[in-house]
């Protein structure tokens, strides 16, 4: 049986170390190894004994993804992965002067079939576990030579509807004796799950949150956004006063810009009275075509 280590918190890897019969103390030894030092061969952890090596080797899974391909334009890189299942996910790298922001997957596919977004037309295939969330991260670390300043759940999938592994994943990011990035550099973005945003709320969860608005209507964030129909603009304003009660950062909305579909003057005017008042941020996000 092949377990998979990658994505494990530490206390739930120090249970699986006591259950096969090592000392408690081994956990914390393979996580740094696994967090910090991304290794993902065990006959490189050179202070475990040699029995443990080959018991790592042989029944565990370090390493959750295959880096399949990667393209550069200027300070661009997209990185395509393959998962165990031969499935395929991409990162984006992204270094503007002395930021270097990574965009991370949660899912293969994705179920909110937003109509500008390209994964949104491959349908929903599965939820990412922890540990293929976290290789994105590590092995982009270990490819691109600038420090990751910024990580942004926005790649492929709806983070929320794949809750417990992203906040584990975080969870891992933002640790300590992980890889140690303050929660003020990790961002989840949300096309607008509400029961999922008032349990990240509700939770105290204190990673930044970001929500794709994207319309100043209801009707033309229906045709954007199908999801609208079920949590519709004025609830997901709803939630900043709560949120930004706890976050001194405060709550973001991010707003994509579509020619001729919600860029008008007349949006502008919209956008800033929906938005008055609610101390929240507000990203602007040109529009990257997605072709046929």
Same mark, same amino acid.
């Given at each position: 049986?092949?377990y998979?280590?990658?994505?494990? *918190?530490?206390?739930?890897?120090?249970?699986?170390v006591i #259950? %096969?019969?090592?000392?408690?103390?081994?956990?914390?030894?393979?996580?740094?190894?696994?967090?910090?030092?991304?290794?993902?061969?065990?006959?490189?952890?050179h202070n &475990?004994p040699? +029995?443990?090596?080959?018991? &790592?080797e042989?029944?565990c899974i370090?390493?959750t993804?295959e880096?399949?391909?990667?393209?550069?334009?200027?300070e661009t890189?997209?990185f395509?992965?393959?998962?165990?299942?031969?499935?395929?996910? +991409?990162?984006?790298?992204?270094i503007?002067?002395?930021?270097?922001?990574i965009?991370?997957s949660?899912q293969v596919?994705?179920?909110?079939?937003?109509?500008?977004?390209?994964?949104g037309?491959?349908?929903?295939?599965?939820?990412l576990?922890?540990g293929?969330?976290?290789?994105?991260l590590l092995?982009?670390?270990n490819?691109?030579k600038? *420090?990751?300043t910024?990580?942004v759940?926005?790649?492929?999938g709806? *983070?929320?509807?794949?809750?417990?592994?992203?906040i584990?994943?975080?969870? &891992?990011?933002?640790?300590?004796n992980?890889?140690?990035?303050?929660?003020?550099r990790?961002?989840?973005?949300?096309?607008?799950?509400?029961?999922?945003?008032?349990?990240?709320?509700?939770?105290?969860?204190?990673?930044?949150?970001?929500?794709s608005?994207n319309?100043?209507?209801d009707?033309?964030?229906n045709q954007?956004? *199908?999801?609208?129909?079920?949590?519709?603009?004025?609830?997901?304003i709803s939630?900043?006063?709560?949120? #930004?009660? &706890? %976050?001194k950062?405060?709550?973001?909305? +991010?707003?994509?810009?579509i020619?001729?579909?919600?860029d008008s003057d007349d949006?502008?005017?919209?956008?800033? +009275?929906?938005?008055?008042n609610?101390?929240?941020?507000? #990203?602007?996000?040109?529009f990257?075509e997605?072709?046929?």
């Amino acid at each position: 049986m092949n377990y998979i280590l990658k994505g494990m *918190p530490l206390n739930k890897l120090q249970d699986f170390v006591i #259950n %096969h019969g090592y000392p408690k103390y081994r956990a914390q030894q393979i996580y740094k190894w696994m967090y910090q030092k991304s290794t993902i061969h065990a006959s490189k952890m050179h202070n &475990l004994p040699m +029995e443990l090596q080959s018991f &790592l080797e042989n029944n565990c899974i370090l390493n959750t993804l295959e880096l399949y391909k990667q393209n550069k334009t200027n300070e661009t890189i997209k990185f395509l992965f393959k998962t165990h299942s031969n499935d395929y996910i +991409e990162s984006v790298s992204m270094i503007d002067g002395d930021r270097h922001t990574i965009c991370i997957s949660s899912q293969v596919g994705c179920a909110v079939d937003c109509d500008f977004c390209a994964t949104g037309k491959m349908g929903f295939k599965k939820n990412l576990n922890a540990g293929e969330i976290i290789d994105q991260l590590l092995i982009i670390q270990n490819h691109v030579k600038k *420090p990751i300043t910024n990580i942004v759940f926005m790649g492929m999938g709806e *983070p929320f509807l794949n809750y417990n592994h992203v906040i584990t994943a975080a969870d &891992l990011m933002n640790d300590s004796n992980g890889l140690n990035f303050s929660y003020h550099r990790i961002t989840i973005s949300t096309a607008g799950i509400a029961n999922k945003i008032n349990q990240f709320i509700n939770d105290k969860i204190k990673y930044n949150l970001a929500i794709s608005l994207n319309a100043t209507d209801d009707e033309t964030r229906n045709q954007l956004m *199908p999801i609208n129909k079920k949590w519709p603009i004025k609830k997901l304003i709803s939630f900043a006063s709560k949120y #930004n009660a &706890l %976050h001194k950062t405060g709550l973001t909305f +991010e707003y994509v810009l579509i020619d001729s579909i919600n860029d008008s003057d007349d949006d502008a005017i919209k956008l800033t +009275e929906l938005l008055k008042n609610t101390h929240c941020k507000l #990203n602007i996000i040109p529009f990257n075509e997605i072709g046929n």
